[in-house]
């Protein structure tokens, strides 16, 4: 079976051994969209999305085993959709990203809730501050991509929910202005390397 991209990430907790058939799979940037939303005053959600980030991972699809999972975005490429609101998340009452200019996470364990859900467990990086953060996964498709190379793309969905306060990110929580808690989504396709 080829579903368990989530199976691997989500077995126990990274190979040490090497396998032959490791490939490397890298997310198609063109293919990729993480977005959050997060409570404004209390009346509505507001969305906003990150346009450049960049991320790749080891993966033996046979013995279902998932290494060096690293994404890197962008904080200065938010984009919520006003220009006055961006250049308040990007300063320092938000990302403050003169100062921490990436958003990593990398991955380092899961669990499978079965052929194609799960969650994978790493390490996020907000500001400088690194907090473990638990994705519920969904792994939608694993086949050829049916343009161009005709290589192996794996489809993803992701969804997690952080407190920005943990990151050290408290504007407006206290007096209620802007929630604490951000829901991330993350669509990704990931296509194997030759």
Same mark, same amino acid.
Do not use: C, W
């Given at each position: 079976? !080829?579903?368990?991209?989530i199976?691997a ?5 990274? $190979?040490?051994? %090497? #396998? %032959?058939?490791? $490939? /490397? &799979?890298?997310?198609?940037?063109? #293919?990729?969209? *993480?977005?959050?939303t ?14 450049? +980030?960049?991320? $790749?991972?080891?993966y ?14 962008? =904080? ?7 220009? =006055? /609101?961006?250049?308040h998340? !990007?300063?320092?009452?938000?990302? #403050?990203?003169?100062? #921490?200019?990436?958003?990593?996470? @990398? ?10 859900t799960?969650? @994978? ?13 638990? +994705? ?5 498709? @694993?086949?050829? &991509?049916?343009?161009?190379?005709k290589?192996? *793309?794996?489809? +993803?969905?992701m969804?997690?929910t952080? +407190? !920005? ?15 604490d808690? @951000?829901r ?11």
């Amino acid at each position: 079976m !080829r579903m368990p991209l989530i199976a691997a990430a989500l077995t126990a907790a990274f $190979a040490t051994t %090497a #396998h %032959a058939d490791m $490939a /490397r &799979y890298e997310l198609d940037t063109e #293919h990729t969209n *993480v977005y959050f939303t997060i409570e404004h005053i209390g009346y509505a959600r507001t969305l906003g999305i990150f346009t450049n +980030l960049s991320g $790749a991972f080891d993966y033996d699809v046979d013995m279902q085993e998932l290494s060096d999972v690293v994404v890197t975005i962008d =904080a200065s490429s938010v984009n919520t959709f006003n220009d =006055a /609101r961006d250049g308040h998340v !990007r300063n320092k009452d938000f990302l #403050h990203v003169s100062a #921490h200019p990436d958003i990593t996470f @990398v991955a380092s364990g899961g669990t499978p809730a079965g052929d194609t859900t799960g969650t @994978v467990t790493g390490d996020l990086t907000i500001l400088g501050v690194t907090r473990p953060v638990t +994705l519920d996964v969904t792994l939608n498709k @694993v086949a050829d &991509y049916p343009f161009g190379h005709k290589r192996e *793309v794996l489809g +993803l969905s992701m969804t997690t929910t952080i +407190l !920005r306060s943990d990151f050290g990110m408290t504007y407006g929580v206290d007096n209620g202005l802007v929630g604490d808690e @951000v829901r991330i989504n993350i669509e990704t396709e990931a296509m194997k390397m030759e």
